[in-house]
């Protein structure tokens, strides 16, 4: 077809200006360039092809001269190479990969809340992580994080207390606590890569996200994320061929 990639460009075009309206609320007449530009704020991929997205909406006005009934008449021809951009930044802004997808999961390490603070120094020798998962009757209660661990057994050297008894008598539950959770997000299975990285980027002091069916505290932590994914996540992300973070 002579104006096979005016069409493929139009379709990605008019999915992605649809999705955008739909993200921001915006009215059927409103400008696409000034869609994007408020859209930035709320979504991270609209944010880092925004350059890219409004020059394709230039592009649309030139390879579009009217619409003769429901058919649009195009006057030009895009190549290849920006229609294959525009339909990966489409799949991106429409059908963003999940997190689960993109990164595998992972052994997660764990203690239970009845068992010695002994046992999760253990645990933490063990595997070398800097988080472990509280289970109590096989449901999540918190959080116990290898620094904080260490907060609570410096407060008891200072204050001369034995640290033997502290670590062999005291249960992993005792030093759960809401304030060590606020520094955890737990998400849902259908979460993107995409939410991952601006619950990062919103939250400077969050430690890492933490995967369960629904979101919800007491599920079965599917998979953590942290800082150190990253770059997994973004070798992932290079096969849908974006641009790294």
């Known amino acids: 077809m002579e104006y096979a990639n005016a069409e493929r460009f139009l379709k990605s075009y008019n999915?992605?200006?649809?999705?955008?309206?739909?993200?921001?609320g915006g009215k059927p007449t409103?400008?696409?360039?000034?869609?994007?530009?408020?859209?930035?704020?709320?979504?991270?991929?609209?944010?880092?092809?925004?350059?890219?997205?409004?020059?394709?909406?230039?592009?649309?006005?030139?390879?579009?001269?009217?619409?003769?009934?429901?058919?649009?008449?195009?006057?030009?021809?895009?190549?290849?190479?920006?229609v294959e951009n525009i339909e990966?930044?489409?799949?991106?802004?429409?059908?963003?990969?999940?997190?689960?997808?993109?990164?595998?999961?992972?052994?997660?390490?764990?203690?239970?809340?009845?068992?010695?603070?002994?046992?999760?120094?253990?645990?933490?020798?063990?595997?070398?992580?800097k988080s472990l998962v509280v289970y109590d009757h096989g449901k999540m209660i918190g959080m116990i994080n290898s620094y904080g661990l260490y907060s609570e057994i410096a407060a008891r050297a200072r204050e001369g207390k034995d640290l033997t008894e502290f670590l062999m008598q005291t249960p992993c539950a005792a030093i759960v606590s809401d304030e060590v959770l606020k520094r955890y997000k737990l998400v849902p299975a259908e979460t993107t890569v995409?939410?991952?990285?601006?619950?990062?980027e919103e939250k400077k002091d969050l430690l890492a996200v933490i995967v369960t069916e629904t979101g919800a505290l007491g599920e079965k932590a599917l998979n953590i994320v942290t800082p150190s994914d990253f770059p997994r996540i973004n070798h992932y992300l290079e096969t849908y061929n974006v641009k790294p973070f």
């Open 194 to 200: 995409f939410d991952v990285f601006k619950a990062f």
């Open 30 to 82: 409103q400008n696409f360039t000034d869609l994007v530009k408020r859209c930035t704020d709320l979504n991270l991929t609209v944010r880092r092809y925004e350059n890219e997205l409004i020059d394709y909406g230039k592009l649309r006005n030139a390879i579009v001269h009217r619409a003769a009934g429901d058919k649009e008449v195009y006057i030009a021809n895009p190549c290849d190479a920006v």
């Open 88 to 129: 990966f930044i489409e799949k991106q802004i429409c059908h963003p990969p999940r997190l689960i997808d993109a990164i595998k999961i992972k052994k997660i390490a764990s203690v239970f809340a009845d068992k010695p603070l002994i046992t999760a120094v253990n645990t933490f020798a063990e595997t070398w992580q």
């Open 15 to 24: 999915r992605i200006e649809s999705q955008l309206k739909i993200l921001y």
